[in-house]
């Protein structure tokens, strides 16, 4: 059981999953990039991943760092901010679609 990525129908195993790890550790595990530019701090909302519905009680519920970067309706459908987002058990089976970055970002361009 782990954290298997969809990229463009691309399947990316992790080969883990651990609570004590977000999904963007989980992503850099395996260098598999998902468009941070914040390291991970919550702060550029570019890492945006989503998830099966049923899979969302699997995971840790949103933070305040997620609902200010996602509409309370994607974050429903099971859109997430990886770094934000960790497995709620080890050894879960998560199945994690990687989406591209938005266009806009929240961390200034110099
Ligand atoms: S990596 Fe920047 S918000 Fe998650």
């Known amino acids: 059981m782990s954290v298997i990525f969809v990229r463009q129908g691309v399947r990316l195993d992790s080969e883990i999953c651990h609570p004590g790890l977000n999904l963007l550790g989980h992503a850099q595990m395996i ?6 530019e914040c390291g991970g701090h919550g702060k550029c909302g570019r890492d945006r991943v989503l998830l099966e519905a049923s ?13 200010a970067h996602l509409k309370p309706e994607e974050l429903k459908a099971g859109y997430r901010l990886a770094c934000q987002c960790f497995p709620n058990a080890e050894g879960l089976s998560l199945s ?5 970055p938005p266009a806009d970002s929240a961390i200034p361009r110099p």
């Open 31 to 36: 260098e598999l990039g998902l468009g941070s």
């Open 55 to 67: 899979e969302l009680d699997q995971v840790s519920a949103p933070t305040a760092i997620e609902r």
């Open 96 to 100: 994690v679609k990687v989406l591209a």
